[in-house]
T-cell receptor
């Protein structure tokens, strides 16, 4: 089955800097890659996703890139703000009849 | 109410108790999910329902019993749990991907369960 890895487990950046969070996946059939943000005491919130037919997608300060050959995808956050501090999960799915497989999550801390 | 709601938000129960978690989605979706979230581990899918029918049971122990009376409501009945079952239980919903081809899942805030 699919295996999704996230490294490192924590990331600390200065406010205003960019943050990049990387994930790798194992199943070459995977074609859908969402990113979720989870704040303390809340459920995961879908913030951006990408399908395998595109290499990059942007939404204001966040973007996701996908490298199918290397089987990795990354979340890019520019001009980070303290409210970006949260746990970020990546996930992958290999089609409509497959389940979403999540990574373990990375804790992003933005220092004011 | 909007989105996906879950009650209660916090639950403490003894190993001999019986309790139920409730989830309601207000998004017009027809697929609902239960996930278990434990510290330092990936989200674990427990059950999937599509149009009220269970389509996936991810080898979950029988002390967890799901119920889906309609596409908007999902329950998780708990009995004789173990301390290692303490976790955040998350409900999610989506369109039925098999029919719509859309994949987005939306999560509720979760129920923090502590088994003593």
């Amino acid at each position: 089955g699919e295996n999704v890895e996230q490294h490192p487990s924590t990331l600390s950046v200065q406010e205003g800097d960019s943050a990049v969070i990387k994930c790798t996946y194992s199943d070459s059939a995977s074609n859908y890659f969402p990113w979720y943000k989870q704040e303390l005491g809340k459920g995961p919130q879908l913030i951006i996703d990408i399908r395998s037919n595109v290499g990059e997608k942007k939404d204001q300060r966040i973007a996701v890139t996908l490298n199918k050959t290397a089987k990795h995808f990354s979340l890019h956050i520019t001009e980070t703000q303290p409210e970006d501090s949260a746990v970020y999960f990546c996930a992958a799915r290999a089609g409509a009849n497959s389940k979403l497989t999540f990574g373990k999550g990375i804790t992003l801390s933005v220092r004011p | 109410e909007t989105g996906v709601t879950q009650t209660p938000r916090h639950l403490v129960m003894g190993m001999t108790n019986k309790k139920s978690l409730k989830c309601e989605q207000h998004l017009g979706h027809n697929a609902m999910y239960w996930y278990k979230q434990s510290a330092k581990k990936p989200l674990e899918l427990m059950f999937v329902y599509n149009f009220k029918e269970q389509t996936e049971n991810n080898s979950v122990p029988s002390r967890f019993s799901p119920e889906c009376p309609n596409s908007s409501h999902l329950f998780l009945h708990l009995h004789t749990l173990q301390p290692e079952d303490s976790a955040l239980y998350l409900c999610a919903s989506s369109q039925d991907q098999r029919a719509s081809g859309t994949y987005e899942q939306y999560f509720g805030p979760g129920t923090r369960l502590t088994v003593t």
